[in-house]
């Protein structure tokens, strides 16, 4: 089965640092990108940006470039999402997913189950 | 970036009813659009991709169509588990952008 699993959720002062993790198994880790979603809490989802695990190549949403780094762990099959200064607006879910191309099109299948993040002095 | 502008944000319905959603893009996407639908509490979940392709193990009663700049998510007889969100989202050009979401409600 194709998964991706997800660490626990976190509770974080403003100004500390965070990394969450997302494991894939069940597939070839490095043939697909691995994509992260935001969801503010009663809110829609956003695309962060996305990672291939083959090579590290980092592709970011502009709304995000700069506040967060995407790494890859592929000895692991892990990907990461981590930030260096949380701040209270980081507070949300954060999905990972994975990446997948289609012909030209990508889709993101599976999710992993979420990670939630409060951030809170 | 791409906006994606679904209406309605929200709508009521019977089981058994014919549902649509739709999805509009502020350029031409091709048939670069996909859906999900998210429970509460849940991750999404991939229901449509390239528009108009049903996902493996997704339930017939579920359609897309659409090309270009307007879309459409229709589900033909609601059941009790349809009761959800639905975001559309195109992959024409990065950052991949979502539809703002659909709540389906019970009537």
């Known amino acids: 089965e194709v998964q991706l699993v997800q660490s626990g959720a976190e509770v974080k002062k403003p100004g500390e640092s965070l990394r969450i993790s997302c494991k894939g198994s069940?597939?070839?880790?490095?043939?697909?990108?691995v994509t992260w979603v935001r969801q503010l809490p009663g809110k829609g989802l956003e695309w962060m940006g996305r990672?291939?695990?083959?090579?590290?190549?980092?592709n970011y949403s502009p709304s995000f470039h700069g506040h967060v780094t995407l790494s890859i762990d592929k000895s692991i099959n892990t990907a990461y999402l981590q930030w260096s200064s949380l701040q209270a607006s980081d507070t949300a879910i954060y999905y990972c997913?994975?990446?997948?191309?289609?012909?030209?099109?990508?889709?993101?299948?599976?999710w992993g189950q979420g990670t939630l993040v409060i951030v809170s002095s | 970036d791409i906006q994606m502008t679904q209406s309605p944000s929200s709508l009521s319905a019977s089981v058994g009813d014919r549902v649509t959603i739709t999805c509009r893009a502020s350029?031409?996407?091709?048939?670069?659009l996909n859906w999900y639908q998210q429970k509460p509490g849940k991750a999404p979940n991939l229901l449509i991709y390239?528009?108009?392709s049903l996902q493996s193990g997704v339930p017939s009663r579920f359609s897309g169509g659409g090309s270009g700049t307007d879309f459409s998510l229709t589900i033909s007889s609601l059941q009790p588990e349809d009761f959800a969100t639905y975001y559309c989202?195109?992959?024409?050009?990065?950052?991949?952008?979502f539809g703002q979401g659909t709540k389906v409600e019970v009537k």
């Open positions: 997913a994975r990446d997948k191309r289609v012909g030209v099109v990508n889709s993101f299948d599976p």
């Open positions: 069940g597939y070839t880790f490095t043939n697909f990108w």
């Open positions: 990672i291939d695990p083959s090579d590290s190549y980092t």
């Open positions: 350029q031409s996407i091709s048939n670069y």
């Open positions: 390239t528009a108009s």
């Open positions: 989202q195109q992959s024409y050009t990065t950052p991949w952008t």
